[in-house]
């Protein structure tokens, strides 16, 4: 080849580069998992929702457990989390006097979903996982 198709080739690779959408955001859900809420008296276990850079390269993001009315319970942001690397967000007192509440997790990266893992887990008193869902 010529160096002046190959300039045109760079030029053309470049633009369609350039021209690809790149999501600016992508969103990971788990499932939803109820917890005891209301039992006057006896220790109350909590939610806690992770996260693991599976990537080559940090990733920035948040990280939320929500209610199942859409009410955020704790939410907190990771910003250059390292490869192998964990963030976590814990929910260990609830506000609502309902004897069960319906929660999940929702975890927000920076570029790409597939570069983080994720799971959502309820403890027990003593901070056993009784329950652990994944994030997809």
Known sequence: MNTKK???????????FLATPVSANDVLFTPMVEIAT???????SALRCNVVNVFHAPR?????IIRADGT????T???????KEVA????????NSTPI?????????????GTVRGSLS???????????VEAK
């Open 77 to 83: 942001s990771f910003n250059a989390l390292q490869p």
């Open 101 to 113: 509440t319906l929660a999940y997790c929702k975890i927000t990266v920076h570029r790409k979903k």
């Open 6 to 16: 190959l300039v045109r080739l760079g030029i053309f690779a470049a633009f369609i």
């Open 88 to 95: 976590s967000v814990v929910v260990d007192t609830f506000t």
């Open 60 to 64: 920035n993001g948040t990280i939320s």
């Open 72 to 75: 955020p319970l704790a939410t």
């Open 38 to 44: 209301a039992n006057p008296g006896a220790p109350l």
């Open 122 to 132: 309820r403890t027990d008193e003593r901070g056993n996982s009784v329950i652990v």
